[in-house]
């Protein structure tokens, strides 16, 4: 497993992180989330990504339980914080009372001192942005966050998070953490310039575009038992790319990432990585056989001719418009 930077930061990320989105605490049963943690951990993983919204807290309790009893300094551990994770008008958002009571329930459920990186899960228009930033300002203050990131955020947002800390004397962000495949380039036109400019890295989300880029999802077909696709719980994150001329380009990369000799999710995540703005891809994992594989991507270089020839494959179905939000 190779590391990278995070941003103009000292902390290191491993260039594969696993995520929990949707998995633990909903589609995965406890003891094969265990094991999945595990097999990231087996394989060099050290970057662990989660949200206190994932499975309406459960998966942050598991990842928890999952890396009790491992040596805290081994591993990165990241959350996020925004979404509703309650009734009430303050338990969402980025107000400082949210921010700060939801960093303290995310550290008990975590089993932690403290997260390496805790990240705005979206942006809130409602809340003066020097409250947020102040709010996370003081709780790496408080040593309960050690770095601080933002999701999905546009370049404009990103561009005015770095002046205002500027100015406030605040520590900057240090990374974005954006959706980002071969499907879905909308970061590329304008959030990796802004990024690049600020010293701050992609974390990126879905390389594989939630299950579609590993072919499994054949065009004319319905989706396989027990996919993405055909969860109650997240199957509507990935409908916008079941598309059959998205599915049928999609077939037509199979022999390229054979010729590559990777299987189509390892090329999936090795393509992200070609991008020296993203630090790391996040994959999830609902089987630890799904882990072994797609680490595999980690140090892999694809040379400039695979990547044109990806790109003539794909062409037109490419999603690239920088004001759709992931």
Request: proline share 5%.
């Amino acid at each position: 497993m190779e590391h990278r930077r995070l941003g103009r930061s000292g902390l290191s990320v491993s260039e594969i992180s696993y995520g929990n989105w949707i998995t633990h605490g909903d589609q995965v049963e406890r003891d094969q989330a265990l094991a999945c943690v595990q097999a990231a951990l087996d394989e060099g993983i050290t970057t662990f990504d989660t949200a206190d919204v994932y499975a309406g807290t459960r998966a942050e309790t598991v990842l928890g339980e999952a890396l009790d009893g491992v040596r805290r300094e081994s591993y990165e551990l990241f959350t996020k914080v925004f979404w509703p994770t309650g009734p009430g008008p303050n338990d969402r958002g980025l107000g400082r009372k949210h921010i700060i009571e939801s960093c303290h329930a995310s550290l008990r459920r975590l089993r932690t001192d403290y997260v390496d990186l805790y990240q705005a899960h979206r942006y809130d228009p409602t809340v003066p942005l020097e409250e947020t930033l102040r709010a996370f300002d003081d709780l790496v203050r408080a040593g309960k966050v050690l770095y601080v990131g933002v999701s999905e955020w546009s370049a404009a947002q990103i561009s005015d998070a770095v002046r205002t800390a500027d100015e406030l004397g605040f520590d900057r962000i240090i990374s974005n953490q954006p959706q980002y495949s071969l499907l879905w380039r909308t970061i590329e036109a304008e959030v990796v310039p802004a990024s690049r400019a600020a010293g701050i890295s992609q974390i990126v989300w879905s390389p594989v575009a939630q299950g579609v880029l590993t072919g499994k999802y054949r065009p004319g077909q319905p989706p396989p038992v027990d996919t993405r696709a055909t969860s109650t719980t997240g199957g509507h994150f990935i409908q916008r790319l079941l598309g059959d001329d998205v599915l049928a380009r999609v077939q037509d990369l199979l022999p390229v990432a054979a010729d590559a000799g990777l299987s189509p999710a390892q090329l999936a995540v090795a393509w992200v990585l070609q991008n020296d703005n993203v630090a790391s891809a996040i994959i999830g994992a609902s089987r630890p056989e799904q882990v072994h594989e797609n680490v595999r991507a980690s140090g892999v270089k694809l040379d400039p001719d695979l990547l044109a020839r990806i790109d003539s494959v794909l062409d037109g179905v490419v999603v690239t418009d920088p004001e759709i939000v992931g």
